[in-house]
C-alpha cells in the first residue's frame, strides 16, 4: 500500500531535549517536504526536499532542521524544542511538482513542556 | 507572494443540503489547484485538483471549477451526509518556483447533521 509513515503519533516532551520525528514514503517521491498546522494559521511548510541531499528551507524553519540521505526517509530534528514548537506535523511527499498531488502522513502531535 | 483564503468556518449544514465553500487565490504564475480535506484525527486527503483555466475537478460528489478570470476554486456538493464532517483545505502549486510548496489556506470546518 502507498503510504507516508510518520512516528511517533503523539509525543510530549520537555524544554531543550532533542527529540527527530521520522517520516518515510514508499513511493519513490523525490519530493518530501514538512508542514506544521496550527489553529487559525492552516498548514506552514517548515523544510523541503527536491531529492537526495537536496534541503531547503520553507516559511518557518527556525528551530528545526532535516536531512535526506535516503530517497525514502526525511527525519525532521528539534535539537533544543520549545513551547512555541508544540503543533501538529505533517509530512508529505510527492512525484517533482507541480501538478502532482501530495501524499500525507498521518500527523505527529508534539507538545513541548 | 502566493496566498489563499477560504471561507471561515465552521460550517454546520443538515443531511442532504448544498454546500459551498468559497476559494479564492492569489499567485504570481501559472498554479494548480487542489481541494484536500482531513477526517478527525488523520493526514490531509487530496480531494481534487485542477491543472489549467476551465477545468473542473471532480470526485466523491464534490466539484470545483478553475476560474481564472476570478481567481476562484469553490468546491460545491449537491447532497451532503454526515460522513462529509471534516475540515477542508484549498491549496494551491505554483509551477514557476523551484520549490513548489502547497500553500494553504487556513482550512474550513465542515459539520453535518443528521
Known amino acids: 500500500e502507498a503510504q507516508v509513515t510518520q512516528n511517533p503519533r503523539y509525543l510530549i516532551t520537555v524544554t531543550g531535549k532533542k527529540l527527530t520525528v521520522t517520516c518515510s514514503q514508499n513511493?519513490?517521491?523525490?519530493?518530501m517536504s514538512w508542514y506544521r498546522q496550527d489553529p487559525g494559521l492552516g498548514l506552514r511548510q517548515i523544510y523541503y526536499?527536491?531529492?537526495?541531499?537536496?534541503?531547503d528551507k520553507g516559511d518557518v524553519p527556525e528551530g528545526y532542521k532535516v536531512s535526506r540521505k535516503e530517497k525514502r526517509n526525511f527525519p525532521l530534528i528539534l535539537e533544543s524544542p520549545s513551547p512555541n514548537q508544540t503543533s501538529l506535523y505533517f509530512c508529505?511527499?510527492?512525484?517533482?511538482?507541480?501538478?502532482?498531488?501530495?501524499?500525507f502522513g498521518q500527523g505527529t502531535r508534539l507538545t513541548v513542556v | 507572494g502566493n496566498s489563499v483564503t477560504q471561507m471561515e468556518g465552521p460550517v454546520t449544514l443538515s443531511e442532504e443540503a448544498f454546500l459551498t465553500i468559497n476559494c479564492t487565490y492569489t499567485?504570481?504564475?501559472?498554479?494548480?489547484l487542489f481541494w484536500y480535506v482531513q477526517y478527525p484525527g488523520e493526514g490531509l486527503q487530496l480531494l481534487l485538483k485542477?491543472?489549467?483555466?476551465?477545468d473542473k475537478g471532480s470526485n466523491k460528489g464534490f466539484e470545483a471549477t478553475y476560474r481564472k478570470e476570478t481567481t476562484s476554486f469553490h468546491l460545491e456538493k449537491g447532497s451532503v451526509q454526515v460522513s462529509d464532517s471534516a475540515v477542508y483545505f484549498c491549496?494551491?502549486?505554483?509551477?514557476?518556483?523551484?520549490?513548489?510548496?502547497?500553500?494553504f489556506g487556513k482550512g474550513t470546518r465542515l459539520s453535518v447533521i443528521a
Open positions: 513511493m519513490n517521491h523525490e519530493y
Open positions: 526536499s527536491m531529492n537526495v541531499e537536496v534541503t
Open positions: 491549496a494551491l502549486r505554483d509551477r514557476n518556483s523551484g520549490n513548489t510548496p502547497l500553500v
Open positions: 499567485a504570481t504564475g501559472y498554479p494548480s
Open positions: 485542477a491543472t489549467k483555466a476551465d
Open positions: 508529505a511527499s510527492s512525484l517533482a511538482p507541480p501538478n502532482t498531488e501530495a501524499f
